[in-house]
């Protein structure tokens, strides 16, 4: 183990398996929801914010300044898909389908889109693309730190791995 990773309060887990930034440069388990921010194929300049609710598989896709998605009427646009192959190569296939509660007999990006897509899920509303697409951005200026074992202040709030006398 690392020096940072022994510093560290929360334990890191390494991805199943490297992936490719360039369409989906941020993904996460969170809120009940597979989420992330996927890059649009025709404008470079924009970015779409999908999600996918676990148990319901409710969906939602829009731009980062929550225009809807032409492609999401009624069924997984691209986006989403894009989100849920990225999401497997990330934390495993049976990582991601026990948190979105897809019972399928052997976990792929494909047999778990296929199999919450079969329900026919609802289109949700947009209201979490504003919170994703924060967290994305805060994500990106940490890649501007230069790479340093010192705290970061806005981390500091975390509770220490030594005991408080």
Not at 69 to 97: D, K, P, W
Request: charged fraction near 20%; charge should be positive.
């Amino acid at each position: 183990m690392s020096d940072w990773e022994r510093a560290s309060t929360a334990r890191v887990l390494p991805p199943a398996r490297p992936r490719k930034l360039a369409k989906v440069p941020f993904v996460e388990l969170a809120d009940g929801r597979v989420q992330g921010v996927v890059s649009s194929g025709s404008d470079i300049g924009r970015v779409y914010v999908s999600s996918v609710a676990a148990s319901t598989y409710e969906f939602s896709c829009s731009t980062n300044n929550n225009r809807p998605c032409g492609g999401a009427r009624g069924m997984f646009c691209n986006h989403i898909l894009s989100l849920i192959n990225e999401s497997t190569l990330q934390y495993g296939a049976e990582r991601v389908a026990r948190y979105l509660r897809v019972e399928v007999p052997e976990p792929t990006a494909q047999a778990i889109s296929q199999t919450m897509g079969a329900t026919r899920p609802s289109q949700g509303d947009s209201t979490a693309a504003a919170s994703v697409f924060s967290q994305f951005l805060r994500h990106l200026a940490y890649l501007e730190f230069k790479a340093s074992t010192a705290p970061v202040p806005e981390l500091q709030w975390f509770p220490s791995t030594r005991a408080v006398v």
